[in-house]
């Protein structure tokens, strides 16, 4: 199984919401990382765990929150998002860290009323 | 800027040609890897080169890394309508990871 699974597919929230990401795969890879993509440009990572714990966290507001329950899976709590926050996430997981190669799940793409 | 650039922005070519791409950078790198996207899906790994390797195969898939002008290109050979996609270099230093700019690339059937 090399599939990384991301759930909802589509998220419409408001700015007053709270709202949680969901990602999991079952390829025993320790390393999880959630991106941020806008259209047209590239990814941008936002955190990354590495044996459940989080390792990188790069700058992201505190509207944001990482939490990894084990090892397979992987979830984003948003609360009082901003319009400017609609965007594609995208979850990864990799063997080895950087490392190694990372397998993408489809996204959620989320928009922010 | 920290990311990577990649050169041209878009591509357009015949099926059948053979597409280049390539990814220039500014830091030492302890790997590269390149990344293929469909359409606002999720990305999928092509091929990783580590810093000490000059050239990697993976099918019609050809990457080059040159550590010393820090740059890196991906050639697609025989190039089919299913490589229309966006193509992204990718680069690890040791303690940050980022993405390049990206590559749009159509094949015309």
């Known amino acids: 199984d090399t599939e990384v699974t991301q759930t909802p597919k589509h998220l419409v929230m408001g700015m007053t919401n709270k709202k949680s990401l969901k990602c999991e795969q079952h390829?025993?890879?320790?390393?999880m990382y959630w991106y941020k993509q806008k259209a047209k440009k590239p990814p941008e990572l936002m955190f990354v765990y590495s044996y459940e714990k989080l390792s990188i966290n790069e700058s992201v507001p505190s509207r944001f929150s990482p939490e990894c329950p084990n090892s397979s899976l992987l979830n984003l709590h948003l609360h009082a998002l901003q319009p400017e926050d609609s965007a594609l996430y995208l979850c990864a997981s990799s063997q080895e860290g950087h490392l190694s190669e990372q397998y993408f799940g489809p996204g959620t793409r989320l928009t922010v009323t | 800027s920290q990311q990577g650039e990649e050169d041209p922005q878009a591509l357009s070519i015949q099926e059948g040609e053979n597409a280049t791409m390539n990814c220039s950078y500014k830091t030492s790198i302890n790997n590269l890897q390149w990344y293929r996207q469909n359409s606002g899906r999720g990305l999928v790994h092509l091929i990783l080169i580590r810093s000490n390797e000059r050239e990697k195969h993976s099918g019609r898939l050809r990457v080059t890394l040159d550590t010393s002008k820090k740059s890196s290109s991906l050639l697609i050979t025989a190039s089919r309508a299913a490589d229309t996609a966006s193509y992204f270099c990718a680069l690890y230093t040791g303690n940050q990871f980022y993405f390049g700019t990206g590559t749009s690339l159509t094949v015309i059937p």
């Open positions: 390829m025993g890879h320790r390393a």
